[in-house]
């Protein structure tokens, strides 16, 4: 489980399918795979839209803007963008939203060669 501090609390980072689905509905269906792979999508709103799927399954109600007042109290904490992003590409992948199947990776020979 990860864990985020913000507004004092420790917050649990949680992803699933709906949080994802969530995120994508606000950039207009684009799929999160490709804005995340993207440099060009990863901005401020991008971010924003991350933490906020990822905390809302504790907090129904929180809303973008509280999320962007949240974000900026931990910046003026001396935390940064960068800690957030961490923050959240280790709860999406814990949460296994971008597994890979095993069929997608190449085969050993024998030797342990390919």
């Known amino acids: 489980m990860i864990y985020i501090k913000l507004d004092g609390k420790d917050r649990l ?3 699933d399918i709906n949080s ?23 901005g401020f709103s991008l971010i924003r839209a991350l933490l906020w799927g990822g ?22 904490a001396g935390g940064s963008l ?9 709860a ?3 949460a296994g939203i971008f597994k890979t199947t095993k069929e997608n990776e190449p ?3 024998d030797e342990g060669l390919n």
């Open 82 to 90: 960068g800690d957030i992003s961490d923050k959240v590409m280790e």
């Open 20 to 42: 994802v689905t969530r995120i994508e509905e606000l950039f207009g269906g684009k799929s999160l795979i490709t804005m995340l792979s993207n440099p060009a999508y990863f």
């Open 13 to 15: 980072l949680r992803y």
């Open 55 to 76: 905390l809302r399954h504790r907090e129904k109600g929180l809303t973008l803007d509280r999320t962007g007042i949240l974000m900026q109290e931990y910046l003026d």
């Open 92 to 94: 999406l992948t814990e």
């Open 107 to 109: 085969e050993e020979d």
